[in-house]
Nanobody, 125 residues
Framework: QVQLVESGGGLVQPGGSLTLSCTLS????????IGWFRQAPGKERKGVSC?????????SYADFVKGRFTISRVNAKNTVYLQMNNLEPDDTAVYYC?????????????????WGQGTQVTVSS
């Protein structure tokens, strides 16, 4: 069974940076498209970024993170990263990664059957 583990969350000041990791603890990452999502208190879970499993590692980003966040993957480490720069208070949320065993990726929650437990990111001074 696919298991995903997120790490790297924490408290950071506005303008700061964090790098989140999503590690596939069972299985081989090569075959999975991975998405990052976030959910703030009282709000719906939203797609942040995703990366497909093709050789080109195509990526997609939500408009609200373009130019600030970068997604990447190192299949040899079974890990996908989300580098977050210039963080804002509105980025405060629980961040989740999700996986689906297809080539392309989507920023829709319904696309992914496998989810991690999430990691908290708090942006505050």
């Amino acid at each position: 069974q696919v298991q995903l583990v997120e790490s790297g969350g924490g408290l950071v000041q506005p303008g700061g940076s964090l790098t989140l990791s999503c590690t596939l603890s069972r299985g081989t990452l090569d075959y999975y498209a991975i998405g990052w999502f976030r959910q703030a208190p009282g709000k719906e879970r939203k797609g942040v970024s995703c990366i497909d499993s093709s050789a080109g590692h195509s990526t997609s980003y939500a408009d609200f993170v373009k130019g600030r966040f970068t997604i990447s993957r190192v299949n040899a480490k079974n890990t996908v990263y989300l580098q977050m720069n210039n963080l804002e208070p509105d980025d405060t949320a629980v961040y989740y990664c999700a996986a689906e065993s297809v080539h392309h990726c989507e920023l829709e929650t319904a696309f992914y059957p496998h989810w991690g437990q999430g990691t908290q990111v708090t942006v505050s001074s």
